[in-house]
């Protein structure tokens, strides 16, 4: 498609629920990036693949967060057991190659949990 | 590591006013500098970025932002804002050197425009 997509757009989970997120970039962008946006803060870095390898996992806040993209295009960010400490912004950005290039960002997902 | 710095969270200015938004950053290596912004429901979209070369960069909707290497700054300006411009603006870095090049954000500043 022309941009990211994510899905779904709003996500209200309870509290102790997994959910997953939906990333498509755009077609051909080898670079893939997850952040948390908390409101009214700035993105805050999670996680990076290039194609299918995820390079770079340090921003995961807890082993309850987990991230694929197994076929090097779609990446799913799962949640387990939710915690209202988890409610934010989750942003997709892709990357035809590194920063130099700019990022293109999805529109994001909104998770609350209650 | 890196860290940036947007000193004001809020900037109210009139409309056909001069605005500047605020940006430092921290990084013991060279680094890259964006400037995003973000309208309500939406993601982020670049204004611009320094890379290498002139200091001053141009970018969309008549912005510009400077880069001060000694003051360790990356400051936006407008000359002439209008009220379409309201929205949140964030500053960001990245490591020049890593392949991952991940960006590390600001906190933003929220500009509001008012009539």
């Known amino acids: 498609g022309a941009g990211v997509s994510q899905s779904p757009r709003y996500k209200v989970a309870k509290r102790g629920q997994d959910v997953a997120l939906r990333c498509d970039p755009i077609?051909?962008?080898?670079?893939l990036f997850w952040y948390q946006q908390a409101l009214g803060q700035g993105p805050e870095f999670l996680t990076y693949f290039q194609n299918e390898a995820q390079l770079d996992k340090s921003g995961l806040p807890s082993d309850r967060f987990f991230a694929e993209r197994p076929e090097g295009s779609v990446s799913t960010l799962k949640i387990q057991r939710t915690q209202q400490e988890d409610s934010a912004v989750y942003l997709c950005a892709s990357s035809i190659g590194t920063s130099n290039y700019g990022y293109t960002f999805g529109s994001g997902t909104r998770l609350t949990v209650v | 590591a890196q860290s940036v710095t947007q000193l004001d969270s809020q900037v109210p200015v009139f409309e056909e006013a001069p605005v500047e938004l605020r940006c430092n950053y921290s990084s013991s290596v060279s680094v890259y500098l964006f400037w995003y912004v973000q309208y309500p429901n939406q993601g982020l979209q670049l204004l611009l970025k320094?890379?290498?070369?002139?200091?001053l960069v141009k970018g969309i909707n008549g912005f510009e932002a400077e880069f001060n290497k000694s003051q360790t700054s990356f400051h936006l300006r407008k000359p002439s804002v209008h009220i379409s411009d309201t929205a949140e603006y964030f500053c960001a870095v990245s490591d020049r050197d890593n392949a991952g090049n991940m960006l590390t954000f600001g906190g933003g500043t929220r500009l509001m425009v008012k009539p």
């Open positions: 320094y890379l290498s070369g002139s200091t």
């Open positions: 077609s051909g962008h080898v670079s």
